[in-house]
Structure formats: structure tokens, C-alpha cells
């Protein structure tokens, strides 16, 4: 069985601050990682993932993940926030070869502040 | 343009009617899949499909069905077993198990 947990339900930055949002997961077999954003009200939107090979992705709007197997964990940060950035961001993982079929954690909703 | 659609966005149903959301999509993708989403609690999966007239169960099956007569349509209802069906309601496809899931926009289903 999978798990994942996202520390911190809430996380506040200021415009311009780092952003790191934290995920941990629980697998039995090699993972297949996911960051997804939602806005209110709307769907899911693929931030990144991770498979195989480097183990520090890049995804969309200037965000980006480093897989550490070590510490079974999958953090996203983005070096500078913007207003923009504010929405719920869910961290998913699956059994390789099962990418779609997806656990997710409780999420975290990023807020920004001026 | 290909992408998912959901329909409706919102829907109000009173207490012990059965309710159907529609999922149709035109991305040609093999899999299917239906999340609820309740606050604080991610999103938990309902049922899904692999491919046309076969559908597996997912965490939280108890008190909905699906159907999947056509690839590019999964509906699911939400049944008066369904003990507690208020929820947003997403539906995902992908081009087979080995590939990310795209979603729809949901649809917020609120039984009073």
C-alpha cells in the first residue's frame, strides 16, 4: 500500500520568498511522484513528476522537485513566490507502471501575501 | 480542442434521489477514473477503467456505479446508499495505467 503526507495544511509566503512545500511517501515498490495545483474550483493541473532517471525535476511556472529515495521524500520549491502562486498543491504517488492511477495526500494550500 | 468534460458544474439533489455525472472525453485515452474530493482530505478514488465495458473499484466504492459503454464516456452515480455524497467530484483520463492523469473541471454535487 501507498501513502503520502503533506506537512503543513497551510503554508504563507511573502511575494519574492522561497516557496517549499513538503512531501513524504510510503511505498513498497519503486514510486512514480506527482505535483498537482488546483485553483479554486477547477480541476487538477500537472505541476511535475518524477519516473526514473534525474532525480531533480523541472515542471511549470518556475517550480521544481528533487526526488531523495533516502528520505522518501519529494519537496516542491519555487526559488521566488508570486501572488499568482496561491492555490491548493496536492503531492501524488503510484507504483511505477501505474502512473495514473494515483494516492494523494491531503494537500497544502500556499498563500501569498504582499 | 481536446480536454475533459464534466457536466454539470454544479448540482443540488435532495436527500435518497439518485444522481448521474456525466464524464466525456476526447483525448482517445484507454483509462478512466472518478476522485472525490472532500476539505482536508485529498482526493480519494471511486472507481476506474481501464478500458471499455471493464471497471475496477477503487478506496471508496460503497454507494456509487459506473458504466463504461463507450471509450470516451465513464458516468457515475452517486446512490441513495451513498451515506454522506455531498463532495466535489473530479474525473480523470490517461493514455493507459502508464501515463499521468489529466482532470476535468468536477463538479460539486450538494444533497440537502
Known amino acids: 500500500a501507498q501513502s503520502v503526507t503533506q506537512l503543513g495544511s497551510h503554508v504563507s509566503v511573502s511575494e519574492g520568498a522561497l516557496v517549499l512545500l513538503r512531501c513524504n511517501y510510503s511505498?513498497?515498490?519503486?514510486?512514480?511522484l506527482f505535483w498537482y495545483v488546483q485553483y479554486p474550483n477547477q480541476g487538477l493541473q500537472l505541476l511535475l513528476k518524477?519516473?526514473?532517471?534525474?532525480?531533480l525535476v523541472k515542471g511549470i511556472n518556475g517550480f521544481e522537485a528533487e526526488f531523495k529515495k533516502s528520505e522518501t521524500s519529494f519537496h516542491l520549491t519555487k526559488p521566488s513566490a508570486h501572488m499568482s502562486d496561491a492555490a491548493e498543491y496536492f503531492c501524488?504517488?503510484?507504483?511505477?507502471?501505474?502512473?495514473?492511477?494515483?494516492?494523494f495526500g491531503t494537500g497544502t494550500r500556499l498563500q501569498v501575501t504582499l | 480542442d481536446g480536454g475533459i468534460t464534466q457536466s454539470p458544474k454544479y448540482l443540488f439533489r435532495k436527500e435518497g434521489q439518485n444522481v448521474t455525472l456525466s464524464c466525456e472525453q476526447n483525448?482517445?485515452?484507454?483509462?478512466m477514473y472518478w476522485y472525490r474530493q472532500d476539505p482536508g482530505q485529498g482526493l480519494r478514488l471511486i472507481y476506474y477503467?481501464?478500458?471499455?465495458?471493464?471497471?475496477q473499484k477503487g478506496d471508496i466504492a460503497e454507494g456509487y456505479s459506473v458504466s463504461r459503454e463507450k471509450k470516451e464516456s465513464f458516468p457515475l452515480t452517486v446512490t441513495s446508499a451513498q451515506k454522506n455524497p455531498t463532495a466535489f467530484y473530479l474525473c480523470?483520463?490517461?493514455?493507459?495505467?502508464?501515463?499521468?492523469?489529466?482532470f476535468g473541471q468536477g463538479t460539486r454535487l450538494t444533497v440537502v
Open positions: 477503467s481501464q478500458i471499455v465495458n471493464d471497471f
Open positions: 511505498s513498497s515498490v519503486p514510486p512514480y
Open positions: 480523470a483520463s490517461a493514455d493507459g495505467m502508464n501515463t499521468e492523469a489529466f
Open positions: 483525448l482517445n485515452h484507454d483509462a
Open positions: 501524488a504517488v503510484s507504483e511505477a507502471g501505474t502512473a495514473s492511477k494515483l494516492t
Open positions: 518524477y519516473t526514473t532517471g534525474a532525480t
